[in-house]
C-alpha cells in the first residue's frame, strides 16, 4: 500500500519561513519524481517544484529564489524549504509521487498571515 505523509504546515507571519516534509512508503522512492502542488480556495492545483531521480529541480516562477526542494533516498522523504512566504502562498500543499503512476498525499494547510 502506497502512503504518503505530509507535515509541517501551519500559520506564519509574511516574510517567514516553513518546512514541509513528505515521508513515503511502498514505493520505490528512489526511482520517482516527487512533487509537492498546491490548491489554494477557488483555484486549481497547480505544480510548485519538482524533483525527480537524479536530484535535478525545477521550480514555478512564483517561488523561484524563495522554496528549495530536495529528497532523502535514505529516509524515502522529501521536502520544501519555504523561505520570505507571502500571503499568496497560502494554500492546501501536496506531496506526489510520479514514475508510471501517480499517488498523492492527503495534503498540509499552509496559512500566511499576519
Known amino acids: 500500500q502506497v502512503q504518503l505523509v505530509e507535515s509541517g504546515g501551519g500559520l506564519v507571519q509574511p516574510g517567514g519561513s516553513l518546512r514541509l516534509s513528505c515521508a513515503a512508503s511502498?514505493?520505490?522512492?528512489?526511482?520517482?519524481?516527487m512533487r509537492w502542488f498546491r490548491q489554494a480556495p477557488g483555484k486549481e492545483r497547480e505544480l510548485v517544484a519538482s524533483?525527480?531521480?537524479?536530484?535535478?529541480?525545477n521550480y514555478t516562477d512564483s517561488v523561484k529564489g524563495r522554496f528549495t526542494i530536495s529528497r532523502d533516498n535514505v529516509r524515502n522523504s522529501v521536502y520544501l524549504q519555504m523561505n520570505r512566504l507571502k500571503p499568496e502562498d497560502t494554500a492546501v500543499y501536496y506531496c506526489n509521487a510520479y514514475r508510471w503512476v501517480s499517488y498523492w498525499g492527503q495534503g498540509t494547510q499552509v496559512t500566511v498571515s499576519s
Open positions: 524533483i525527480n531521480s537524479g536530484g535535478s529541480t
Open positions: 511502498g514505493i520505490i522512492f528512489s526511482m520517482n519524481t
